[in-house]
């Protein structure tokens, strides 16, 4: 969760070599995507709604996922 957390906040992940730790950048775009509250702070917080203003029906998609078997 720390590593994840320094890549989101800092575009630098840490390489294990065995003998010694190496700090590396990246560029790594993080996209979160949670149902209820996340571990990872957000540094910008956005809320998806699932149906579409005046939608009674779930979004096509979400219909798919949610009929799909396991």
């Given at each position: 969760?720390?590593?994840?957390?320094?890549?989101?906040?800092?575009?630098?992940?840490?390489?294990?070599?065995?003998?010694?730790?190496?700090?590396?950048?990246?560029?790594?775009?993080?996209?979160?995507?949670?149902?209820?509250?996340?571990?990872?702070?957000?540094?910008?917080?956005?809320?998806?709604?699932?149906?579409?203003?005046?939608?009674?029906w779930p979004?096509?998609?979400?219909?798919?996922?949610?009929?799909?078997?396991?």
């Amino acid at each position: 969760m720390q590593a994840l957390g320094t890549l989101m906040a800092s575009q630098i992940v840490d390489y294990d070599f065995g003998a010694y730790s190496l700090p590396m950048p990246v560029d790594a775009p993080v996209t979160v995507l949670s149902v209820g509250a996340s571990l990872l702070k957000p540094s910008v917080d956005l809320e998806l709604p699932i149906n579409a203003p005046g939608d009674s029906w779930p979004l096509p998609a979400a219909v798919l996922v949610l009929n799909t078997a396991l």
